[in-house]
């Protein structure tokens, strides 16, 4: 069974540019996640959908951060402009159902540095 | 948000048994805990969950307190492979984990 993929891997960008990061969920998965882990710290929630709707938005700074799942399937999150304090591991993340006991399963990341 | 806390960092030799402890004492009754690990350059990998009752699977096993306030994850036998930050999280309904900073473990030939 393939994994959830995430691309790009890594991405530099200078302060106030735009970036998109692109995620594929493990085939039949429903529920679709995006964290920020900045470093040295535990992966934070961004966005949570089910299906092709958002079940939890409310870490998500929506002055710059934007994120679509168009058809349920793939997802891109958007930083429009960056700061620096957008560096971080973005970490996409999938699971079956949104049952409480439904294990999340993480993708490899995209590792920002924002200059 | 629910709150975990565990020690920054633990050590361990090879084949030796790991108990990994985290203190959640504002769970509510609901609340799953979960606990993933992440080694280095990789997302999060699930490790074990548990609500009341003790847990064992393939990877480890889930001891947690009967006021449910703190549980302990124990590796019996840990490997090189192990060394890793490990996550305690509360999934606080509806999916969401909520993770603390996390234990590095460290192994030891």
């Known amino acids: 069974e393939a994994g959830v993929a995430q691309s790009p891997r890594y991405k530099i960008i200078e302060k106030r540019q735009s970036v998109a990061f692109w995620c594929n969920p493990i085939s039949g998965h429903a529920t679709l996640y995006w964290y920020q882990q900045i470093l040295g710290q535990g992966p934070k929630l961004l966005i949570q959908f089910q299906n092709n709707g958002v079940v939890d938005d409310s870490q998500l700074p929506k002055d710059r951060f934007s994120a679509e799942r168009l058809k349920g399937v793939d997802s891109t999150l958007k930083i429009q402009p960056a700061k620096l304090e957008d560096s971080a591991v973005y970490l996409c993340?999938?699971?079956?159902?949104?049952?409480?006991?439904?294990?999340?399963?993480f993708g490899p990341g995209t590792r920002l540095l924002v200059l | 948000d629910a709150k975990t806390t565990q020690p920054n960092s633990m050590e361990s030799n090879e084949e030796e048994p790991v108990h990994l402890p985290c203190n959640h004492s504002t769970i509510s009754g609901t609340d799953y805990i979960h606990w993933y690990r992440q080694l280095p350059s990789q997302g999060p990998e699930y490790v074990i969950h548990?609500?009341?009752s003790n847990v064992n699977n393939r990877m480890a096993s889930l001891a947690i307190a009967e006021d449910r306030k703190s549980s302990t994850l124990i590796l019996h036998r840990a490997t090189l492979r192990d060394a890793a930050v490990y996550y305690c999280s509360l999934n606080t309904g509806f999916q969401k984990l909520v993770f603390g900073t996390g234990t590095r473990l460290l192994v030891s030939p």
């Open positions: 548990g609500l009341t």
């Open positions: 993340a999938s699971s079956f159902g949104p049952a409480d006991r439904e294990t999340q399963y």
